[in-house]
């Protein structure tokens, strides 16, 4: 749907709903487990109220960005692209939740950052079989 003809402006616009769409998914995501793997605190107090609205918040910005960024994308190209999700939430796991990031995960992300450039990046040229 986007072509490099397209006005630079909606160019930008498209890519900044898409990456927003994957970063506040990403973070939605990384804080509803922060919210529930505190052990300490009861459920359905207040403060674990507010960190659950906050999570779900920006989690659904999220979802609004994925909303906006297929008036620009083909689902075909967008939809793979939101599997960038997993690089965040292993790096997110990692850094803050202490989660080990071993060979076979890393393998695992890098094969579907892989899978995904044979989706989204175009090809020229090619015939019909």
Not at 50 to 63: C, D, K, R, T, W
Not at 116 to 122: A, K, R, T
């Given at each position: 749907m986007i072509s490099e003809a397209s006005n630079p402006r909606l160019r930008l616009i498209a890519y900044i709903t898409l990456l927003a769409s994957i970063l506040f998914g990403t973070t939605g995501q990384l804080l509803m487990k922060k919210t529930m793997s505190n052990h300490a605190q009861e459920l359905f107090?207040?403060?674990?109220?507010?960190?659950?609205?906050?999570?779900?918040?920006?989690?659904?910005?999220?979802?609004?960005?994925?909303?906006?960024?297929?008036?620009?994308?083909?689902?075909?190209?967008?939809?793979?692209l939101t599997s960038l999700n997993y690089v965040g939430i292993l790096l997110g796991s990692y850094y803050f939740f202490d989660e080990k990031l071993t060979?076979?995960?890393?393998?695992?992300?890098?094969?579907?950052?892989?899978?995904?450039?044979?989706?989204?990046?175009?090809v020229k040229n090619h015939k019909r079989i």
């Open positions: 107090t207040w403060l674990f109220l507010l960190q659950l609205m906050l999570a779900l918040s920006v989690y659904s910005i999220g979802v609004v960005n994925w909303i906006l960024a297929l008036r620009f994308w083909k689902l075909s190209i967008a939809y793979p060979p076979l995960r890393i393998i695992g992300v890098v094969l579907v950052f892989i899978g995904i450039l044979f989706v989204v990046i175009p």
